[in-house]
C-alpha cells in the first residue's frame, strides 16, 4: 500500500519535524497538542525510537516534546541517552573495555544532553490524576524534554486508565504547547498472527492494542513499531529485511503507511 501524505491546511499550527525523513514525508510531523503513541511488544526498540524523537526534536529542531515512558528513572534513562548519542555500547563502562576514544565521544554526548534540557517526573499507582494536573500546568514551550513516567505501565496487566481518564488526558494535552508522545507495551496475548491479512506476519495492528483501546481511540496518530527479524531468527529459508518499520495509523482507524527507519539504540 504506498503511503499517503499528510495534508497540512493553512493556518494550522507550525509542526515539528521528527528527524525522520519518510516518517515526515507522511505526517507532515507533530504538532502541538497531539497526542501520539508509540507501541510495540518488548525489545523491539521502541524506547529508543522514543527518545531519537525527543532528542531530535529538542537538539535539532529546538522545540519543546513531552514524553510519557515506562522507562522513567534518571539512572536508566541517562546512561541510556547517552548511550544513544555516542554510538556506545553501555556494557564497556561496567567491564572495563571503554577506550579513551569511547570516554571522549561519552562526554560529548553529555554535553548534548545537557542541552536536551530534561527534566523527569516519575508517578506510581497509575496516578492520572496528578500527571493531568501536571499537564494542564505545562505552558511554556521551550526547547526541551519533559519526560513523566508509569513504571507499572511496563507490566503486563490490564490497561490502567478508564475511559473518563483517557478523555481527562486528551483534553489536557489538546491545551499543551508541545506534542505528547507516549511509549505503549505489547504482550504476547495482545497479538498473534490471526490479527495481520497476513497470517505469516507478526506485524502489530490497531487490534494489537486492545487492552490500550480507550486511550488508542483518541491518539490523533499511532505509532506502531516493528522488526520482523525478531521472530525468525535461525530460520533459513527467512530472509532477512535488515531494517524496522513504522506502521502509521491517523486518528485511530486509517493506515497512511509504513516506512522502514533505522536508529541508534544505544546498549
Not at 18 to 39: K, Q
Not at 143 to 167: H, Q, T, V
Request: with cysteine; charged share 20%.
Amino acid at each position: 500500500m504506498p503511503a499517503k501524505r499528510q495534508h497540512i491546511s493553512p493556518g494550522q499550527p507550525e509542526r515539528t519535524k521528527t528527524g525522520f525523513s519518510e516518517l515526515d514525508e507522511i505526517t507532515g510531523g507533530f504538532a502541538p497538542g497531539e497526542l501520539i503513541i508509540v507501541a510495540s511488544r518488548p525489545a523491539m526498540g521502541r524506547t529508543s525510537l522514543l527518545f531519537n524523537l525527543a532528542m531530535h526534536i529538542a537538539l535539532i529542531e529546538k522545540k519543546g516534546i513531552a514524553v510519557l515512558s515506562p522507562t522513567s528513572k534518571a539512572e536508566n534513562i541517562i546512561p541510556m541517552l547517552l548511550s544513544m548519542q555516542a554510538n556506545f555500547e553501555w556494557h564497556k563502562v561496567c567491564d572495563g573495555s571503554a577506550t579513551s576514544d569511547d570516554w571522549q565521544s561519552l562526554q560529548r554526548a553529555g554535553q548534548a544532553i545537557g542541552e536536551a534540557n530534561i527534566k523527569i517526573r516519575n508517578y506510581f499507582y497509575h496516578n492520572m490524576n496528578c500527571f493531568v494536573y501536571d499537564l494542564r500546568h505545562c505552558n511554556k514551550n521551550v526547547p526541551g524534554i519533559s519526560i513523566y513516567g508509569f513504571s507499572n505501565l511496563s507490566k503486563p496487566f490490564p490497561s490502567p486508565w478508564k475511559e473518563d481518564e483517557c478523555l481527562q488526558l486528551k483534553d489536557a494535552v489538546r491545551n499543551m504547547p508541545t506534542p505528547m508522545i507516549i511509549s505503549l507495551p505489547l504482550w504476547i496475548e495482545d497479538h498473534s498472527p490471526a490479527d495481520n491479512d497476513e497470517p505469516t506476519s507478526y506485524t502489530p495492528t490497531m487490534r494489537s492494542l486492545r487492552k490500550w483501546a480507550p486511550l488508542a481511540a483518541l491518539a490523533d496518530t499511532v505509532l506502531l513499531l516493528h522488526y520482523e527479524d525478531a521472530y525468525h531468527y535461525g530460520e533459513t529459508n527467512y530472509k532477512s529485511t535488515g531494517h524496522h518499520t513504522i506502521t502509521v495509523i491517523k486518528q485511530g482507524r486509517e493506515r497512511i503507511g509504513v516506512v522502514p527507519v533505522s536508529f541508534s539504540t544505544g546498549r
